[in-house]
C-alpha cells in the first residue's frame, strides 16, 4: 500500500513541485495538530481492529466492518455507505432524492445497530454536501450510481469508526474473487430488518461482467442492449438465494487483499429476491477512484479559497496543507 499524493500533486498542479522544498511524503500524520497520532492513514484504512466473520447472511460483530455508515432520512435508515476519509462517505447516487433538501439527510457511524439503543456508542452527523457524477441520471439502472457525501464535521477514528481503501483507478479483481457485502436492508422480499437491527454481512463471489450481462439477458424483453453497463460489476451465486437487499443500497462491497480491505463497489441494484442468474449489481468503485480524488481535491480548494487564514499560503505552505488533506486518502499499490 502507498499514498499517491506526488502523482496527485504533479497532476493536479503540474508546476506546485518544481522549486518545492522537497516536502516529505512518507510523515504526515492523520491530525496536522497532533504530533501523536502521526500514524499514515494508509496504515489504518482498511483495517479493521475486529475479526471474526461468519459466511452467509449472519450478524456482524462490533468493529467487524468499521467503514460502514447508516445514510439517514428524517431519522430513519434509507441506505448504506462507507467512511473514506474523516469526514467523506461513499454511498450510492439514487440515496438521495432530488425532492428531498440536504437538510433532511444525516449520517450514523459507530455502530452494528441501524437504530441503536440510547446508550451504545455512535456518532451523528449533517450533511455538508452531496456530489453526483454528471453522468448519473435518475433512470431506472442508470450508469453513475455513486455519489460523494461531505460531513459537516470530521470524525475521529477509534475501534468502531475506521476507513476503507480504496482501489487504485481501473484495477479490476478476477471473476471467483470472495468479497462481503454488508447492509442494514430487508432480509427478504417484504421483511425488514428485525430488532436489534444488527449489521448483516454475506460473502459473496465476483461475476465477470460479461456473464452477468448474459444472464440479465436472459428473458428481457430489450435482450440486445447491454444491461450491466462499464462501470458496473457483479456479485452473487448463479443459484440465487443470497444477495443484498432493499435498504442495503449504497453500502460497500469489500474485499479482502493481502490483509486490507478494499472497497470494489457499492451496492446499486438488482432483484429483491435473490432469483438465479439475477446476482447483485454494484457501481465499480475503481472506474471512479480519480473521480472520488479530484472531487475531494476541489472542494478542499474551494475551502482554501475562502478561508482568510489561508490567504497568502506560501507554495511550500500550501503543500502541506494539501498533504494534510491527502493523507485522508489512500489506494491499493504493488
Known amino acids: 500500500m502507498e499514498l499517491a499524493l506526488p502523482a496527485i500533486l504533479f497532476i493536479l498542479f503540474p508546476g506546485a513541485l518544481l522549486g518545492s522544498e522537497n516536502p516529505r511524503t512518507n510523515s504526515y500524520s492523520l491530525s496536522p495538530t497532533t504530533d501523536s497520532t502521526s500514524t499514515l492513514l494508509d496504515s489504518v484504512c482498511g483495517r479493521p481492529r475486529a475479526s471474526g466473520r461468519i459466511v452467509s447472511g449472519q450478524d456482524a460483530q462490533p468493529g467487524e466492518w468499521p467503514w460502514q455508515v ?29 425532492e428531498q433538501p440536504l437538510s433532511a439527510y444525516t449520517v450514523m457511524l459507530g455502530t452494528i445497530s441501524s437504530y441503536p439503543v440510547a446508550n451504545e456508542p455512535k456518532e451523528l452527523r ?13 433512470d431506472e439502472h442508470s450508469s453513475g450510481d455513486i455519489a460523494l457525501v461531505q460531513l459537516a464535521s470530521s470524525v475521529s477514528f477509534n475501534d468502531y469508526i475506521l476507513p476503507v481503501c480504496l482501489p487504485k483507478s481501473g484495477d479490476s479483481l478476477g471473476p471467483g474473487t470472495q468479497c462481503w457485502v454488508t447492509g ?58 443470497k444477495d443484498a437487499c432493499n435498504g442495503d443500497s449504497g453500502g460497500p462491497l469489500v474485499c479482502d487483499i493481502d490483509g486490507v480491505w ?19 449489481v454494484y457501481t465499480n468503485v475503481s472506474v471512479y477512484t480519480l473521480w472520488i480524488t479530484n472531487t475531494m481535491w476541489n472542494s478542499a480548494l474551494e475551502v482554501k479559497s475562502f ?25 491499493l499499490g504493488p
Open 126 to 138: 449533517a450533511v455538508a454536501q452531496c456530489i453526483k457524477p454528471s453522468s448519473y441520471s435518475e
Open 70 to 98: 447508516s445514510v439517514r432520512e428524517n431519522g430513519e435508515h434509507v441506505c448504506g455507505g462507507s467512511l473514506i476519509a474523516e469526514d467523506w462517505v461513499l454511498t450510492a447516487a439514487h440515496c438521495f432524492s432530488q
Open 307 to 331: 478561508s482568510p487564514s489561508l490567504a497568502g499560503t506560501s507554495v511550500s505552505g500550501l503543500l502541506l496543507f494539501l498533504a494534510s488533506l491527502a493523507s485522508t486518502l489512500c489506494f
Open 262 to 280: 478494499i472497497q470494489a463497489g457499492v451496492v446499486s441494484w438488482g432483484t429483491d429476491r435473490a432469483l438465479p442468474k439475477r446476482p447483485g
Open 184 to 241: 442494514w436492508g430487508n432480509t427478504a422480499t417484504n421483511r425488514p430488518l428485525l430488532p436489534p437491527f444488527t449489521l448483516q454481512e454475506l460473502e459473496v463471489p465476483l461475476i465477470d461482467a460479461q456473464t452477468c450481462n448474459a444472464y440479465y439477458q436472459e428473458n428481457s424483453v430489450s435482450s440486445t442492449e447491454p444491461v450491466i453497463l462499464e462501470d458496473m460489476l457483479c456479485a452473487g451465486f448463479v443459484e440465487g438465494g
